[in-house]
């Protein structure tokens, strides 16, 4: 079974920063070869999709929310993908979570990590 692992997360004040991570368990996938893309879910609100990296070029997507103050990229010798989070707010609490997207950023998520939880204080 594939599974994603997501790492990173805690409790920052507002206008701090974090670095999630996620990686691989066992050598199920190579998330070098892999469109990924990190996802939160907030208490009471749909999942949003926040980036998304592509394999083939290294394209980055981010939705407007987190738009210059998020940054997705890879660690390739490491083979995961992290989210460096820049002047957090409050609204930025949720739990983090990962996922392939084996036909591109802009299908649909196949494999999910456990998730991670971030929280913002103010």
């Known amino acids: 079974q594939v599974l994603l692992v997501e790492s990173g997360g805690g409790l920052v004040q507002a206008g701090g920063s974090l670095r999630l991570s996620c990686a691989a368990s066992?050598?199920?996938?190579?998330?070098?070869?892999?469109?990924i893309a990190w996802f939160r879910q907030a208490p009471g609100k749909e999942r949003e999709e926040v980036s998304c990296?592509?394999?083939?070029?290294?394209?980055?997507y981010y939705a407007n929310s987190v738009k210059g103050r998020f940054t997705i990229s890879r660690d390739k010798a490491k083979r995961t993908v992290n989210l460096q989070m820049n002047r957090m707010t409050t609204e930025d609490t949720a739990v983090y979570y990962c996922?392939?997207?084996?036909?591109?950023?802009?299908?649909?998520?196949?494999?999910w990590g456990r998730g991670t939880q971030v929280t913002v204080s103010s």
């Open positions: 066992g050598f199920t996938l190579d998330l070098n070869d892999e469109h």
């Open positions: 996922a392939n997207k084996p036909r591109g950023c802009r299908g649909r998520p196949s494999n």
């Open positions: 990296i592509s394999r083939l070029d290294d394209t980055t």
